[in-house]
């Protein structure tokens, strides 16, 4: 049974969120400094801010956040106590997250819900969370999102799909979760007209994609080029910070360490890159990846051929973030098409 | 769901000095709840990452064979924060592991097979584990002729001396244990391990050879080995890499789209041939 | 500086890298290219004499391409530096991070680089084009295209910079411009003098809440150089990983701490921060006690050792209470 998508109008949206505010946990985009936003819990739909851009962080950290406690333990004596932190307590909603985000939730599935061992912090999270995506009328030349499958209004993976026509929001409910939200008083049925604008501001945003990255069999290109004098090259301008890796919604490297106290402490996940110079180095002072060639090497080549081996897909959703941030502009749109020229 | 970050309880029930510069330890750990006891069920070559609340973790072969019921025995080395710590412990305290973690040796590979083990300095632990595993009578018997070189660097830096003796006095296995440089009281071979291989000469057909030990060990080893016509399929080594979960998650302990965590630790030269020299 | 002397620099630094790498003088020329995204350009790396075509100079070459002395100090090195950069190298010299003949320094006197966060949030809309028309600045977008005055426009050090011409180069290219700064050269850090105890620290703690721990600035930094940087210390292990306001803070004290009388001002940590924080306020501030105890400058002279990393029996001592 599939329902009709509904009207918001934006000055009934402070309302409509306070309502899902009363059952849900509500994670949005929130303006940290003057065109600085980042995923945050909101306490009160003021915090709001749907720019229209992207954030620099990505939504990954409402389900892998950046610092996560893992378990808290205290000591008595010999005995030790360990208490985990997997449970989440109230049910949780993203809201806004846009499709390559949400493109990216699904490759980190991949990764954290593997057969032999769940993650249960980043599982946990997923279960008991509703995505609410967000079409992007206004894509960025950086986005490629429809190189990487994905397509600025793609509804894949969200539970609700909001598109922004101007003065109102058109909402449609695509799973059961997303149902769950159709009964607040605050939506109306979405006119024939509403729907038609949709369409046509999908029509628009398509348009802009033109400009494709070409990835098609980068992988099955990869498989050669193991030694090739390219990544001698590619490297040099990078300066192995992690800026592209923690603003990118698919990477998932962490480091785990232990925060302790006298009596106690606690067990902590942080994220890592591999672009870090120390990231591989081992105790014995030997590091299997020296320089900036094997590390910029490891990066791409895990993005664009190893994950994809594990997982037949590209861990790359074409978001722009890496290309519009990088200190050093380094754009991985050159690197692909470079290549692809091999 | 199980949570594969919570590390399982053990007490530490004996820890002995191994080598003569007091750099390797052996830990015997007993699990203090007897349902994990029960479910803890491993293959020699598989790892655990031992736990220090406050410290860290860090991973470890486990030492002790399957077939050593009552507790499990890992060789820590000293090297930094988390080994330290773990050479400090002492009996009766508490600490965590967990595990079993990663890929055996392919012991269902060596039925009806010669096994060949060569071992250098403290990458010895494993074997252990598999050596005794196979010594076991409803496993030897599975398996035709065991060679087993062990070199290292002097006598005291040998591990498990105890071991070694009993194992010189069997007859259903061959021992050669060698140091670079002997000692006034060492009446054993000396030579390098990859001159001894020479000079045993095992025969490579329907032989798995198993070698583990450091970086220049192996480095001089397998050409001995390609002399003596065994192929890359039927050499197998365990690797070792910087790790952190241990479970595959993480992304740090990769070699290409395999995880030493997970995909190995074990490989044969043949999986490796085809992998970025990542390690 | 007149948009045809910029292409005449320009000129003039391909035909420096062409003559140098021709003479094999040096292994390679590390310049700015063109930028994939407007108002960008991207360090260089050129090898060979036609590869030097691609070298550009422009109002947006904003990198400080100090920082890859230390992963290349094995070849024998031509950078092309502005007066900043200039400075961070003889800072680098002093400190013996390479052979002083193995760099050959291709000075440009800088004409100031356009900032271009301050250009995006003078337009509605994403930037698609932009070039440089004398002292104009052309921008333009899908349903915009308007021209700015590239003075309004400059990267806050760069209007207090007072050492944009070379102060030693093996070769200038340009001609010299006015040292007169368009602000005080300390305007950042007087304006955070004229802040109560309590605004400085709200001003601090809110800038370096928004850190994600990426280490842009420490890279782009050509000061940091530490094989070990002490946020990866693990005994002792001075501070988390994590997010916690406190480990922010720490590091971004820290960390400029440690650029004490060694900064030059460049702007490039804060232009290479992903996230916007504000940074050069408290390197200014301190290289502006260094001046006012010690008369020092980083990098403004090839010979005088910095104070923080010398001891003299007459030094000042009375700020030790």
Same mark, same amino acid.
């Given at each position: ?32 400094? @003057? ?19 992207? *954030? ?70 997923? @279960?008991?969370? *509703? ?52 009964? $607040? ?96 180095? @081992?105790?014995?002072?030997? $590091? ?16 664009? $051929? ?37 | ?32 709840? @007897? ?48 080994? *330290?710590?773990?050479?400090?412990? *002492? ?62 660097? $002097? ?16 007859? &259903? ?107 | ?66 920082? /890859? ?85 400059? /990267? ?21 411009? &006015? ?143």
């Amino acid at each position: 049974m599939s329902l009709n998508p509904a009207t918001l109008d934006k000055k009934e949206f402070g309302s409509f969120l306070k309502q899902v505010m009363q059952t849900y946990d509500v994670i949005a985009p929130v303006e940290l400094a @003057e065109g600085v936003s980042a995923y945050r819990k909101i306490e009160s739909p003021e915090e709001i801010s749907l720019a229209s851009h992207n *954030t620099q962080k990505s939504a990954k950290e409402a389900f892998f956040p950046q610092s996560e406690v893992m378990f808290r333990y205290e000591k008595e004596g010999n005995r030790t106590q360990v208490t985990s932190t997997e449970e989440v307590n109230r049910p949780r909603l993203i809201l806004a997250s846009r499709p390559c985000d949400i493109q990216a939730f699904s490759l980190l599935d991949k990764v954290f819900s593997a057969k032999e061992y769940t993650d249960v912090y980043f599982l946990k999270k997923r @279960e008991k969370t *509703t995505i609410v995506g967000f079409a992007c009328n206004d894509p960025l030349s950086t986005c490629f999102c429809t190189s990487t499958g994905g397509g600025p209004f793609t509804r894949e993976g969200s539970d609700i799909f909001l598109v922004d026509l101007g003065d109102a929001y058109l909402v449609e409910f695509l799973t059961e979760k997303g149902k769950a939200l159709s009964q $607040n008083e605050f939506l109306r049925e979405a006119s024939e007209g509403d729907v038609a604008r949709a369409k046509k501001l999908e029509e628009e945003a398509s348009k802009r994609m033109n400009v494709p990255v070409p990835l098609d069999g980068i992988e099955t290109k990869l498989d050669q080029m193991l030694e090739n004098p390219f990544w001698d090259r590619i490297h040099e301008k990078c300066l192995g910070c992690g800026a592209c890796t923690f603003l990118c919604p698919t990477c998932h490297c962490f480091d785990i360490s232990d925060e302790a106290s006298q009596k106690g402490g606690q067990r902590v996940r942080n994220w890592d890159t591999c672009l870090f110079s120390l990231y591989s180095m @081992e105790t014995s002072g030997h $590091n299997p990846r020296p320089s900036g060639r094997e590390r910029t090497r490891q990066r791409l080549m895990h993005k664009f $051929n190893y994950f994809p081996k594990n997982f037949q897909k590209i861990a790359c959703v074409g978001c722009g973030r890496c290309i519009l941030y990088c200190p050093v502009n380094f754009d991985i749109r050159q690197v692909i098409s470079e290549i692809n020229e091999k | 769901m199980k949570n594969p970050y919570l590390p399982i309880p053990m007490v530490v029930k004996r820890t002995q000095v191994e080598t003569a510069d007091r750099m390797l330890r052996t830990l015997e750990l007993g699990f203090l709840k @007897e349902e994990d006891e029960k479910a803890f069920r491993f293959v020699p070559g598989q790892f655990c990452e031992l736990s220090l609340f406050g410290k860290g973790e860090a991973p470890f072969g486990i030492a002790s064979s399957p077939t050593e019921k009552g507790s499990l025995k890992f060789t820590i080395n000293k090297a930094g924060t988390v080994t *330290t710590a773990l050479h400090q412990i *002492t009996e009766g305290q508490e600490m965590g592991i967990r595990g079993p973690l990663g890929n055996s040796y392919p012991i269902e590979l060596f039925q009806g097979k010669n096994v060949l083990v060569i071992g250098g300095g403290f990458a010895f632990t494993t074997l252990r584990s598999l050596i005794i595993y196979l010594l076991q009578p409803e496993n030897r018997s599975k398996v035709k002729d065991i060679t087993v070189i062990y070199g290292a660097r $002097n006598p005291g830096l040998l591990l498990y001396k105890e071991e070694l003796a009993d194992w010189q006095k069997r007859s &259903d296995m061959k021992l050669v244990v060698t140091v670079d440089a002997g000692d006034k009281d060492w009446k054993g071979k000396v030579g390098l391990v990859p001159n001894v291989l020479e000079e045993v000469g095992p025969a490579s057909e329907n032989t798995y050879a198993v070698i583990c030990g450091p970086p220049i060990m192996i480095k001089f080893t397998f050409p001995k080995l390609m002399t003596l016509k065994f192929p890359n399929e039927r050499i197998y080594t365990s690797l070792e890499k910087r790790m952190k979960c241990g479970i595959g998650k993480c992304g740090r302990c990769n070699i290409g789209h395999l995880y030493v965590c997970k995909d190995g630790p074990v490989f044969s030269y043949e999986q490796l041939g085809k992998l970025p020299k990542d390690y | 500086m007149m948009a045809s002397s910029q292409e005449m620099v320009q000129q003039k630094i391909r035909e420096k890298a062409k003559e140098l790498l021709a003479n094999k003088e040096v292994d390679l020329v590390i310049g700015f290219g063109e930028g994939s995204l407007p108002l960008r350009a991207t360090p260089l790396f050129v090898r060979t004499p036609e590869e030097a075509d691609r070298l550009v100079w422009n109002s947006f070459c904003d990198n400080n391409l100090a920082t /890859y002395i230390h992963k290349l100090s094995r070849f024998k090195l031509g950078i092309v530096a502005k007066g900043c950069d200039v400075r961070s190298i003889l800072a680098l010299a002093l400190e013996k991070r390479f052979q002083p003949d193995r760099i050959v320094l291709i000075g440009v006197p800088c004409q100031r680089m356009v900032d271009r966060r301050k250009v995006k949030k003078a337009v509605k809309g994403e930037i698609l084009r932009a070039r440089e028309e004398g002292d104009q600045l052309i921008v333009e977008g899908n349903d915009f295209s308007i021209s700015l005055k590239k003075e309004d426009y400059l /990267y806050a050090s760069c209007k207090a910079c007072t050492h944009r011409n070379p102060i030693k180069a093996n070769a200038v290219v340009g001609d010299q411009v &006015d040292e007169t700064p368009l602000t005080d050269s300390y305007a950042e850090a007087k304006e955070f003098e004229k802040m109560s105890p309590e605004e400085r620290w709200n001003t601090f703690e809110r800038e370096s809440s928004r850190c994600i721990r990426c280490y842009a600035c420490r890279e782009a930094c050509p000061m940091c150089y530490c094989a070990e940087c002490f946020v990866d210390s693990s005994g002792p292990k001075w501070l988390e990983k994590g997010l916690a306001p406190s480990d922010l803070e720490f590091y971004h004290i820290v960390r400029a701490y440690h650029q004490t009388g060694r900064c030059t001002g460049c702007g490039a940590c804060e232009r290479a921060c992903p996230m916007n924080i504000r940074l050069t306020y408290m390197t200014q501030k301190l290289n502006q006690e260094v001046k006012e105890l010690f008369n020092f400058e980083a990098g403004t002279d090839p010979e005088t050792l910095p104070p923080m990393a010398t001891y003299n029996v007459e030094d000042k001592q009375e700020f030790i209470k």
